[in-house]
């Protein structure tokens, strides 16, 4: 039977070691302080996140309210800041097709089927169009009121992209909702 020591600092591998009492600990990949514009935490802004989407190469749309749009051959994704200080980032994939009304039941039973096998992501049913079509959604709420390092919103943008196509293509094939 293996005996597991009880301090990191007693294996006899290459594992980090504890920090001894009268040292500061760091973080691995911690900056020195040389790219401490490369690690800022600063809050959650649109302009940020357009920042990513440009960095990913992503085009976007700014809308009359100063959400960000982008916008895929099959679905559009939605960035916005919502919350009393526009702390949290929403994050919303909807899918361009829609579906009919006497699909409502097949509707919701394929969202609940897609909520149940992923984490990212929580899709529903919104209201009736103004063609009374049913469209479906598929969001996330990212709350930063403690601020966030520009990589973060980068890979939360990434991320999301990624997971709404997934999303889309779900629906289309597996799903067999449009």
């Given amino acids: 039977m293996p ?3 009880w301090r990191v600092e007693q294996t006899r591998t ?23 514009d490369v690690a800022r935490i600063a809050p959650v802004t649109l302009q940020r996140v357009a920042q990513a989407l440009e960095q990913l190469e992503i085009r976007y749309l700014t809308d009359g309210d ?14 916005a800041l919502e ?23 097949r509707s919701y039973r394929v969202v ?3 909520n149940h096998t992923r984490r990212f ?20 709420q990212v709350p930063l009121l403690s601020g966030v390092h520009d990589a973060l919103i980068a890979e939360l943008v990434d991320c999301a992209a990624v997971v ?15």
């Fill in 3 to 5: 005996r597991w020591p």
């Fill in 14 to 36: 290459n594992v980090a070691q504890l920090p001894r009492e009268d040292e500061t600990p760091k973080a691995v990949g911690a900056c020195d302080g040389a790219h401490d």
């Fill in 66 to 79: 100063g959400s960000l749009l982008a916008l895929w051959e099959r679905h559009a994704v939605l960035f």
């Fill in 83 to 105: 919350g009393p200080s526009d702390e949290i980032l929403v994050i919303r994939a909807r899918p361009h097709a829609t579906v009919p009304p006497d699909w409502a039941d």
């Fill in 112 to 114: 609940n089927e897609w």
């Fill in 121 to 140: 992501y929580k899709a529903y049913v919104g209201d009736p169009t103004d063609r009374g079509q049913l469209p479906i959604y598929a969001e996330m």
């Fill in 164 to 178: 709404a196509m997934g999303f889309v293509d779900w629906l289309h094939d597996e799903g067999a909702l449009l």
